[in-house]
């Protein structure tokens, strides 16, 4: 998206440790890989609520709201800050989910709004690819 002046706006994103998960190590690593490719970060830091999480992304005016567990609580957390993204008009936001998520329950994460959930082991390489092309209208 070009900007007044014909420049490349930068891709806001907005990285998030919903709940009371005390570990952000990969939450760190994926905010410095995304800043490295050129996007605009917005770390919130460890234990916060799905309506701090919505809000600071309002306020933010992201693009993409990244989402990281490894408590157990995503298959309630995530939903909440989807939930909370639409009552605040932010419904085309894109939302990630990541860390220790099993397998078996990425699909309900997905009905639920999570645009993609990127478990442990994935490039980082990925996660930038993969919010680049979404952005881009490129889909999935």
Do not use: C, N, W
Not at 1 to 9: H, I
Not at 26 to 31: E, P, Q, R, S
Not at 102 to 125: C, M, N, Q, R
Request: charged share 25%; net charge neutral; glycine share 14%.
């Amino acid at each position: 998206m070009p900007d007044s002046v014909g420049l490349e706006a930068k891709i806001r994103v907005l990285i998030a440790k919903p709940g009371l998960d005390g570990h952000d190590r990969g939450a760190k690593v994926i905010a410095r890989a995304l800043r490295d490719a050129g996007m605009e970060v917005i770390y919130t830091g460890l234990r916060q609520t799905p309506e701090q999480i919505a809000e600071a992304a309002l306020q933010e005016d992201v693009q993409v709201v990244g989402l990281s567990s490894l408590s157990g609580a995503h298959r309630h957390l995530f939903p909440r800050v989807v939930e909370l993204l639409r009552e605040k008009g932010m419904g085309d936001v894109l939302v990630l989910g990541g860390g220790v998520i099993p397998e078996k329950d990425i699909t309900s994460l997905k009905e639920a709004g999570i645009t993609e959930v990127f478990t442990p082991g994935t490039p980082t390489g990925a996660v930038v690819e993969f919010i680049r092309r979404r952005l881009s209208g490129g889909g999935a």
